[in-house]
Every structure is written in structure tokens, then in C-alpha cells.
């Protein structure tokens, strides 16, 4: 599988269940808000995060590469496998086309090592304004 680790870090804050998706959040490069009757998460660009929002920041970002059929089985098993036996923790984000995976950014080496180890192609993706 190929992985493009995207340029930006990311941060992920929680709001309430019934607040609205935040204009900042909605202007990122890259952003996902799911709502639950719990709460609003909303990930995007730390640098689109304003500062006062509290927030676990420090996030860097895998994407796989191209667009997976729904068909597919495995695809989230077999990155978070090898991360978890790495001992490196990870927060999924799934979209229509491809998956995400967050991870701290200092467990960033220790990741691509193990990804690269299990077989994966990982490449950095071109530098990107935020």
C-alpha cells in the first residue's frame, strides 16, 4: 500500500454535540468534523486551529494513496497492525475515497520505519501552505 505523508500538523479539539462546525474548520486545507449525540470532533490544520480552542495538537497525517473501493477489506489492519506492534498509537479517519491516519508527531520515525518494514511505500507529500 502507498502512504503520503502530508505536510501539514494537525490538531483534533472536541466540542459540544450541538455546537456548529466552526468557520475555521470548514476553510482547512484538510479538515473532518463527525458529530455524536457526545460531541463535535473536529480535525484539521493545527495552523487553522485558533489558539484558544482547547486541543490535542501535535499531529501528523498518513494518507493512503488513490482511491479504495468499498469492496476492499484489511486496508486499516494492515497500517494499524504494524503501528500497534511498534507501539505507536493512531487516530483513524475514514472518507469516501481513503483513509487517514493521525499519529504524534514524534512517533513519526518509528512509524515509517515500521510501515516501511510491513511492506508499505510511504512518500512524503509536496510542501503545502497552510
Request: proline letters at 4%; a negative charge.
Given at each position: 500500500m502507498k502512504l503520503i505523508v502530508l505536510p501539514h500538523e494537525f490538531a483534533v479539539a472536541r466540542l459540544g454535540p450541538a455546537d456548529a462546525i466552526p468557520p475555521w474548520a470548514i476553510d482547512a486545507p484538510i479538515a473532518s468534523a463527525t458529530r455524536t449525540p457526545e460531541e463535535l470532533s473536529i480535525v484539521c490544520a493545527a495552523s487553522h486551529m485558533p489558539p484558544q480552542v482547547p486541543a490535542e495538537r501535535g499531529w501528523r497525517c498518513l494518507r493512503v494513496a488513490g482511491t479504495l473501493d468499498f469492496a476492499m477489506t484489511g486496508v486499516?489492519?494492515?497500517?494499524?497492525?504494524?503501528?500497534?506492534?511498534?507501539?505507536?498509537?493512531?487516530?483513524?479517519?475514514?472518507?469516501?475515497?481513503?483513509?487517514?491516519?493521525?499519529?504524534?508527531?514524534?512517533?513519526?520515525?518509528?512509524?515509517?520505519?515500521?510501515?516501511?518494514?510491513?511492506?508499505?511505500?510511504?512518500?512524503a507529500a509536496p510542501a503545502a501552505a497552510d
Open positions: 486499516l489492519a494492515s497500517i494499524a497492525g504494524p503501528l500497534a506492534d511498534a507501539g505507536v498509537s493512531i487516530f483513524a479517519i475514514s472518507t469516501y475515497d481513503t483513509d487517514y491516519i493521525l499519529l504524534r508527531a514524534y512517533a513519526l520515525p518509528e512509524a515509517l520505519a515500521a510501515l516501511t518494514a510491513a511492506g508499505h511505500e510511504v512518500n
